[in-house]
């Protein structure tokens, strides 16, 4: 009897439809909030923004992305358009839930961005401001992939899964010629760091044939990312020099980046200010040196003198160029830097920086914006005068409170007496408030009115660092903080100034003179003086009249233009200013003829011997000259 064998017969999986753009767009959004509690479940962003098409994503820079952050207004902006051409439509939760790191681990803000940006600028000093946003791109991915997939992995990412589908992409993506475009070294030695990270087998990730040297480097990175985790603002400079002859050898092989052809530059727009108010996207902290700018790398002397070799030029088993690999600068700081100055950035150094860091900002408003930092941790309180009596307030009745006014003026009590509902603008009332004279005597802070010398022997404040303009600065702030007005001169030769004309609260206007520059003759702006106290009438707050400046200040006694003598003009106005008058000049030689007439009139002669001196000056004055 024979036996027939029956061999049922297996038919292939069902391949399922791509999904539609309605239906990919829905997953994205639907994904979001898993991705946010992927960090922590308190994490709060606004919802992605997300294009279909590169032509919707054109305008914001996204056109190829895959995914990017823009870290001025928090948004994140994804790319569904490349996010099919890689493949990867079921790689939500691990492309927003990288994003959403950069949001709160790396850089986690500007001022760290724009750290990271100058260490990596100061080693790559000589190659463009692209290459080190580049690198701050990788270290930070390397950085957040590592948080999200560690060794072993853990929540269900599967990040290592994003970069198997990159790296498919990578090896069909054709450049402009029609060719299959090389990996460059930088992606090599990147791919292969991440083999390391999550113990994978070797061409994983990485492309084929990378040798011991891709190897070790990659294995030196990989521990530089897990020792660095919990500080990893402090292994950028080490990254960057790892790093360094990778990004030579690609430059100098004019070898388009791996990484950028991908779509992979989510943090690059990072700094970029979507519109609006520029300077307010501004980062604070950044004319001061970061830590990573100013210490040495201890041990790593090692790793700077094996970045090249004396080979002749031309490619070796690998198809790697021989060409000797310039060392990285020296970034180490001289003993001569280690002082105050040395430890923050001239403010033309300041300027280059948020250039670098995408921020389109006029000249002068970068130098302003300097100058106010500089001053912030100066500041002191300014000198107040006593009056008679506060003015304490007194109930003087009621009337009616509407939706759009303060929830606090509501008097709820006088609202229910009126009507048992409350109805707004129809029931409710707030109190009314008038002031009488109180017990107590008050304290009125006194008006600033500061002339600073910018004559062409002063340095220019948008250059160099110009204690003129900082301490002006400082002096300046600290009387609008006290609530006090302040009038603004800035003065050079005859008829070369440039003031607010009048007391003024506004901050942005009084520092913009201050920091200006004129570069002309010497001849104190008598003319500005006179007509600011010829009106000036008794029940207006006392006044304190700053002068800065050298040696050249003695114009002040020379007649004006209408041939009305300097002292007399001095007198009038420190009668009518009646908050006194203090000179801080820069003056080292003794018998200066002009003191004594100028100390006669009722002027505080200060003598500095430099001019970083003004600081300690700006400071003190108000403490030593109005102690109340």
């Not at 027939?4 to 959004?29: F, H, I, Q, S």
């Not at 990893?232 to 790892?242: E, M, N, Q």
């Not at 006090?484 to 004309?501: C, H, I, K, N, P």
Request: glycine content about 8%; hydrophobic content about 40%; charged content about 25%.
């Amino acid at each position: 009897m024979s036996e027939t064998v029956l061999m049922k017969k297996t038919r292939a999986a069902p391949v399922p439809p791509p999904l539609t753009d309605g239906d990919l767009l829905k997953r994205w959004e639907d994904t979001w909030q898993a991705a946010l509690s992927v960090w922590s479940s308190f994490t709060m962003l606004r919802a992605p923004t997300f294009f279909r098409e590169d032509a919707e994503a054109k305008a914001d820079g996204m056109a190829g992305e895959i995914a990017a952050i823009r870290l001025v207004d928090q948004t994140v902006m994804v790319n569904l358009n490349t996010i099919r051409g890689l493949g990867i439509e079921d790689k939500a939760l691990e492309v927003l839930a990288h994003e959403i790191g950069h949001h709160v681990f790396v850089p986690a803000n500007m001022t760290d961005s724009a750290r990271m940006f100058v260490i990596f600028k100061r080693v790559y000093s000589t190659l463009p401001a692209n290459v080190s946003h580049m690198l701050g791109n990788l270290y930070g991915d390397l950085m957040i992939n590592y948080r999200l997939q560690p060794s072993p992995p853990r929540d269900g990412l599967d990040i290592a899964g994003v970069y198997r589908k990159l790296k498919e992409s990578a090896e069909r993506k054709k450049d402009a010629s029609g060719k299959i475009a090389p990996a460059s070294d930088v992606w090599k030695v990147y791919t292969r760091t991440y083999e390391f990270l999550w113990k994978l087998r070797k061409e994983t990730l990485a492309p084929e044939g990378l040798g011991d040297d891709y190897d070790g480097d990659a294995r030196l990175i990989s521990e530089l990312i897990k020792h660095f985790s919990g500080d990893w603002l402090k292994g950028v400079k080490r990254f960057a020099y790892i790093m360094y002859k990778y990004v030579y050898q690609d430059e100098d092989a004019k070898r388009q980046q791996t990484f950028v052809r991908l779509g992979l530059s989510d943090t690059e727009r990072a700094c970029g200010c979507a519109g609006g108010d520029v300077l307010g996207a501004v980062p604070d902290g950044l004319t001061a040196k970061s830590d990573g700018e100013l210490s040495d790398d201890d041990g790593f002397d090692d790793l700077i003198s094996g970045m090249g070799d004396d080979e002749d030029d031309g490619p070796d088993s690998t198809g790697r160029s021989k060409r000797k690999v310039p060392e990285p600068p020296n970034t180490a700081p001289t003993k001569e830097g280690i002082g105050s100055r040395g430890q923050f950035r001239e403010p033309f150094e300041y300027a280059e920086l948020l250039k670098g860091l995408g921020l389109n900002l006029k000249a002068h408003e970068i130098t302003t914006r300097y100058y106010r930092e500089r001053a912030l941790p100066y500041l002191i309180p300014f000198p107040q005068q006593r009056a008679p009596h506060t003015m304490e307030p007194l109930a003087e009745g009621t009337e009616s409170w509407d939706a759009g006014d303060a929830l606090d003026n509501l008097d709820v009590m006088s609202s229910v007496l009126r009507s048992p509902v409350l109805i707004p603008g129809v029931t409710t009332q707030q109190r009314v408030y008038g002031l009488t004279p109180g017990n107590d005597p008050a304290r009125v802070p006194v008006d600033l009115d500061i002339y600073v010398d910018c004559s062409g022997s002063m340095p220019h404040p948008a250059t160099t660092i110009s204690y003129l303009a900082l301490a002006a600065a400082i002096l300046a702030l600290s009387a609008l903080r006290a609530g006090a007005r302040v009038q603004a001169t800035l003065w050079s030769g005859a008829g070369q100034f440039e003031t607010s004309g009048g007391f003024i609260r506004d901050e942005a206007r009084t520092l913009g003179i201050v920091t200006g520059y004129i570069a002309g003759g010497t001849a104190f702006p008598l003319n500005v003086l006179r007509e600011t106290y010829r009106n000036r009438k008794p029940g207006d707050p006392p006044a304190h009249i700053v002068i800065i400046s050298d040696d050249g200040v003695d114009t002040i006694l020379n007649k004006d233009e209408k041939g009305t003598l300097g002292a007399k003009i001095c007198a009038e106005a420190l009668a009518a200013a009646r908050g006194g008058a203090t000179m801080v000049l820069n003056i080292s030689y003794n018998n200066w003829k002009a003191e004594a007439p100028l100390s006669k009139l009722g002027f505080q002669i200060n003598r500095v011997t430099n001019w970083e001196q003004l600081v300690s000056f700006a400071r003190e004055f108000a403490r030593k000259t109005y102690e109340i």
